[in-house]
Nanobody, 127 residues
Framework: QVQLAESGGGSVQAGGSLRLSCAAS????????MGWFRQTAGKEREGVAM????????NYADSVKGRFTISQDSAKNTVFLQMNSLNPEDTAMYYC????????????????????RGQGTQVTVSS
C-alpha cells in the first residue's frame, strides 16, 4: 500500500503563487507515475499535471501550461506542484494521485482510475 499526503494549499490573491507538496509513504517503489488533478463543485474534474517517476517526462493541462510546474524529490518521495500566476479559475480542491504505470488516459491526464489518492488540499484564489 501507498499513502499520499498533500499540503501547501491555502488562499492567495490573483497573480500569486502557491506550492503544493505530496509526500508518498509505504511501498513507493510500486509507483510509476504521479499526477495532480483538481475538482470544483459543479465542474468536471481536471487533470492538471503528471510525471513519470523514473523519467524526465512531464505533461500539463493546457489551462496551466506555462504557469504550473510539477517536480519531484525522489530521495524524499515527494512531488511538488508549483503554481504561479494563479487566477480565480484555479480555485479547487487539488488531489495528488499515483498509478503503477500510467497517469494518462484517453490522451489526457487521469482524473480517476489511480491506484492511490490523497485527501486533497484546498486552493482558493481571490480576485
Amino acid at each position: 500500500q501507498v499513502q499520499l499526503a498533500e499540503s501547501g494549499g491555502g488562499s492567495v490573491q490573483a497573480g500569486g503563487s502557491l506550492r503544493l507538496s505530496c509526500a508518498a509513504s509505504g511501498r513507493t517503489v510500486t509507483i510509476g507515475c504521479m499526477g495532480w488533478f483538481r475538482q470544483t463543485a459543479g465542474k468536471e474534474r481536471e487533470g492538471v499535471a503528471m510525471l513519470y517517476t523514473r523519467s524526465e517526462y512531464r505533461n500539463y493541462a493546457d489551462s496551466v501550461k506555462g504557469r504550473f510546474t510539477i517536480s519531484q524529490d525522489s530521495a524524499k518521495n515527494t512531488v511538488f506542484l508549483q503554481m504561479n500566476s494563479l487566477n480565480p479559475e484555479d480555485t479547487a480542491m487539488y488531489y495528488c494521485a499515483a498509478h503503477r504505470s500510467s497517469c494518462v488516459s484517453g490522451g489526457s491526464i487521469r482524473t480517476d482510475g489511480y491506484d492511490y489518492r490523497g485527501q486533497g488540499t484546498q486552493v482558493t484564489v481571490s480576485s
